[in-house]
Each structure stands twice: as C-alpha cells, then as structure tokens.
C-alpha cells in the first residue's frame, strides 16, 4: 500500500518506519524536514515513568499564583488570554484524581517499556549509539519539599514503577556535579537517555530514505474530503494521495484534526532549553530539578537544561522570561561549572485538554489516523506509537487498550 505521514518529529518518524518494515511505500512530508521542532530540543529523557500529568487536584488553585511569580516555571502571554481561556477551562477540568488514575493507566500501556521501544525501533539504522539506559534521577532541595510530592510518587508506584529514595549525601558520592544541591535524590528504574535527540532522528530519518523511503520537503496547506473521508493533501508541491495518511503534525495537527472531524481541544505547551556548550563538567545521568521542574541532561558536547511550560499559541516569537529563569537556575544549581557558550532555543508542546496522546483511526474506514497530542512525552513513546499505527493499518490488533486515545471519542458521529 502506499501511505503518507505528515510529519517528520520522532512519531512521524517512527511510524513512517514501522509501516516501511511492513513492506508499505511510504511518503514523509514535512514543511521543514527531520527533527526541526520538538524532536530536536526536547530534555532527551526516556521517560516511562511520566504518567501523572500536569493537571493534578488542585492545580486550578495553584495555576493564577504561578503566572504571577517570575520563579515559577508557568507563563503566560497575557495577549493570548482571550483565545486559551475555553482551552484553559477544559483543560483544568481534567486535574481530578479520577482522571489522574485514568492517564495513568493508559499512558503506562504506552510507556512502561519505552528503551526497549526505542532499540527496536533503531535496530540496524546507525541511531542506536544514541540510545542508554539509565536512571531518570529527581532531586529535592528539602525532605519537605519531597514530602509534597507524595501524591505523584503514590501514582507512579501504583502503577507498578519501581524508585529508589536516597539521601543527597549517598546520592553526592556517586554524582557530585550537584554538590548539596538536594537533601533528598528520587532514582527512577527503567528509563534511558538519547544523548542528541535532533540527530537521532535524522539518523532514523536517514535510514528510512536509504531504505527506498520518500522524503518530501512541502507546506501541508489543505485536506480534500471525501464525505468523512480524507482523499488527498494539498501541498506546497502540488496534490498528494494515498491509500492510507497518518498525520503526526504535533502541535500544528489541531487544524486538520478538526477537518478530519475529530474535534480534539489542543493547545501548544510552549518549552524552552538552554545548553552550556562544552562545559567543564558533567553529570552523569538526567536530573529533573524538582523546584523549577526542568531537566539537566548530559548530551554531546553540551548541557541541556529544558522545560517551563508557557501558554502564548503558535505563533508568536520566544520570550525572554523563560530563558532568564532557566539561566538563573542553572547558575544557582552549578555555580562552579565553566563553559563556552550558551544557546537558546524554544518549541512547542502538543497538548490536548485531557494530555492524553491521540492515536488511531479518524474515520470508519481508516482512510486516515492521528498519531499527535503527546505533549511532554513524544520522544519517550514515539516509538509505541509508530508500532500500533503500522499494526492498525496492517490490520493486526496492537496488545494495548487504545480507547482512551481513540480519535473516535472527540466526533460527534461517533
């Protein structure tokens, strides 16, 4: 059959992969290429265990305090209020523990195993290199402060995932980059680190090419409808068929999801990174710095620090807040470390209201699938859902209960 996945991020990738391996011709098409957006300047964490959302209870009492102090890792556009809002409302809807307990047993179907995932994925592609198991380590300035964080870590052992608490002077003698920076250290089992995710997946990119794959550099401006049906993309490059389209537009798939009919509310969860380039020293494993929830991770060549969510759409320009925090922390954090430059860089998140990913078919005859809406997760379940897509329209059903991530829940046909 012949298939066209829109996107080139590391779910487009991967399902453009998976479906080639199944003996499918398949088209990437993409308005800028290979990892040119949040597969390029993600915290590389393999995070199976990131199964409790952002919308936790309470977090609609917590969320106005944080927009207004310049030390919490929550932004806001103000000029952008007006068009969040019905997003917002719906979104801080979802922060009940019923939901809660709901993301967690459906995203632990899709993450629990993600390093292997991901091996499987980059078997025999020359991507493997990039690819290492280790511990996703959280780091606690105060025992309080780790005490706070009980309702997360309840949720994650229920769901059958496995930590190590340790003090930070145990934890010092096996990674001192952090000095006393945390009295209390979490060790996350069974999580992994891509050590450059941009190059990861272009190398995975490059595979698919090599391998007899098509690779599109074109504008997605339209869809043409057959009744509830996709029949063709309108591009940059002229018309484009296929028997089958997957679309994994990330944070731009809000648009043509809700021509598709699936009327998923998605925002974009704007991220930032800064990386010290060459710096003197490195810790030896990503470390999620609880009090301004970003990650630190050692990559090639540099330091990443990544995180902050901040609302503002689309299309405005980075703001300079974020960038001026996440320095202020890294300071604080590792204040002894040399380096020879910094880089800056912002992306975008795709978030629907529930932060449940979108993965399956839009229409009744699978003319085409969503495969989107992974917000802090893409790179950690990327792989998964190359494989379930590739599975689908293969016509074998994937060992995993894909209704919480029906794209059938959001048409009003259905």
Sequence with gaps: MQIIVAG???VGVSCAIWLQRAGHDVTIVDRAGPARGTSHGNAGVLAAGAIVPVTVPGLWRKAPGMVLRPDA???LRWSYLPKLLPFLARYLGYATDAHVDHYGAAMSQLLHDSVEQHRALAAGTGAERFISPEDFCFGYATRAAFEADAYGWQKRKDNGYAFDVVEGATFRDYDPAFGDAFEVVVRCKNHGRISDPGKYVQALADHFVAQGGT???AQIDDVEMDGPAIAALHTSQGEMRADHIVFALGPWSKPIAHKLGVKVPLESERGYHIELINPSFMPKAPM???SGKFVVTPMEGRLRAAGVVEFGGLEAGPSRA???LLRRQLKQLLPDIEYDDVVEWMGHRPAP????PVIGPND????SYSAFGHQHVGLTGGPKTGRIIADLIGGTTPNIDLAPFAPAKYRSDA
């Design 353 to 356: 209201a529930d932060s449940l």
């Design 288 to 290: 999620m710095v609880a």
């Design 73 to 75: 890792p929550l932004f």
């Design 8 to 10: 080139a991020g590391i």
């Design 215 to 217: 690779l599109t550099i």
């Design 322 to 324: 974020p960038f001026a």
């Design 364 to 367: 009744a005859a699978g003319r």
